[in-house]
Structures are given as C-alpha cells and as structure tokens.
C-alpha cells in the first residue's frame, strides 16, 4: 500500500530552535509539494520540487525556510530560527506530473509547535 | 494567480439528505481537479480526480462535476451519513506551461456536519 510517510507526526520545541521534517515520497512520483496549513490561511504551498529539482519556493520565508530533496526517496523541509507564528500542521504530498497526470497523495502532517 | 472558493464555509444536514459542496476557480487553465477529505488532526484523502476533459467522475456515493469553462466544480454526496461528517477541499492542478505546470492550489474547504 504506497503512501506517503512524514517524519515526526508532532514537534514541540523552543523559539529560535531548528526543526527538521522528512518527506518519503511514493516511490515513482516526480513531484514532491511542502505546505502548510492554519486555521486563519488554510493550505498553503510552501515548495515544489520536479524530479528533485525546486520548480516553486515563492511560498516559503526565504530568510528561515529551506526546503530539499538530497535523493528521490527524501524531502527535508528546515525552518532555522522558528518562531512561533510557524505553528502549523506541515504537509508533503507526491505526485507523478507528465504525460499522465496523477492525482496527489498526502501525508499525514507534521504538527509543529514553536512555544 | 489562480484563487479557488468554496461555498459553503460550513454545512450541517440531517442524515438521509442529498447535498452539493462547490467549488468555483478563476483561472480556467486547469489541467485537473481533485475534491480531498479531511477528517479532524488527519492528513487528506483524495476522493475524487477530474481531468480537465472530464465533465464527471463518480465513486460510489460521491459524484463530481466539472464545467471548465465557467470555472466551477460541484461534489454531490447521496445519502448522506454521520460518517461523511469532514471537511471537503477542492484542489485544482494548473495547465502546461512554465514552472507551475502541476501546481495544486486549494480552496478553504466546506466543513459537513451530517447529524443522526
């Protein structure tokens, strides 16, 4: 049963700690999607990757966020210092984009909390 | 930029009742659609996919439309139960062209509440 896999489901940590999240992506997909959801703003898209490379960050604080894919089975979305208006559920999804357009699998979310 | 909208905000039904959940785009260069399920702390499923050729998909009690070029799509669950309590979110995938070829930008969603 192909799913996407988030790694941890829930983070607490202190304001000005590094977060780290992990992505696996359904093995075979080309696309890989960070977003972010809260109740004021909803889903939004942080970043988007095609075969690995970063199609679309202009979702993402440039100044605290970065987002990767070191290899096809992993996607690493960093937030270096957190604040607490980064509390939120964080989102992958994966996809195959192309000659046959395939609808997008979701993780279950990472649940970030910046105290 | 494509904006998604989703009407109602919220809806509480009894069971038993029939309903449609809306979805409207304004940017009809869309490659596909998909109506999510979000169950409460719970990631999205995917309930339904409509490529953009498409005018319908239907899965069991669930049945989507598609009218493109008025940029608007409907979810109409049949029977509904007190399982089928979620929030619903509509998701279009932006057409060939450029970087965001693939994109997925989501609506606010509909929260359903069917009670007994």
């Known amino acids: 049963d192909a799913r996407v896999t988030q790694t941890p489901r829930h983070k607490v940590t202190e304001m000005g700690q590094e977060v780290t999240m992990r992505c696996q992506p359904i093995l075979g997909h080309n696309t890989v999607f960070w977003y972010r959801q809260t109740m004021m703003q909803g889903l939004e898209l942080l970043a988007y990757?095609?075969?690995?490379?970063?199609?679309?960050d202009s979702g993402m604080p440039k100044d605290r966020f970065s987002a990767e894919m070191p290899d096809a089975t992993l996607a690493t979305l960093k937030i270096q210092p957190s604040e607490p208006r980064d509390s939120a559920v964080y989102f992958c999804a994966s996809g195959l984009v192309g000659v046959a357009n395939t609808e997008a699998f979701f993780g279950q979310g990472t649940r970030l909390t910046v105290v | 930029k494509q904006e998604v909208t989703q009407i109602p905000a919220a809806l509480s039904v009894p069971e038993g009742e029939n309903l449609v959940l809306n979805c409207s785009f304004t940017d009809s260069a869309i490659y596909n659609l998909q109506w999510f399920r979000q169950d409460p702390g719970k990631g999205l499923t995917s309930l339904l996919l409509i490529q953009s050729s498409q005018r319908e998909q239907t899965s069991g009690r669930l049945n989507a439309s598609l009218d493109k070029s008025s940029g608007r799509s409907t979810l109409y669950i049949a029977a509904s139960q007190p399982g089928d309590s979620a929030t619903y979110l509509c998701?279009?995938?932006?057409?060939?062209?450029?970087?965001?070829?693939?994109?997925?930008?989501f609506g606010q969603g509909t929260i359903l509440t069917v009670h007994p």
């Open positions: 990757f095609r075969n690995r490379a970063p199609l679309d």
């Open positions: 998701a279009v995938r932006r057409d060939a062209g450029g970087t965001s070829y693939g994109k997925l930008t």
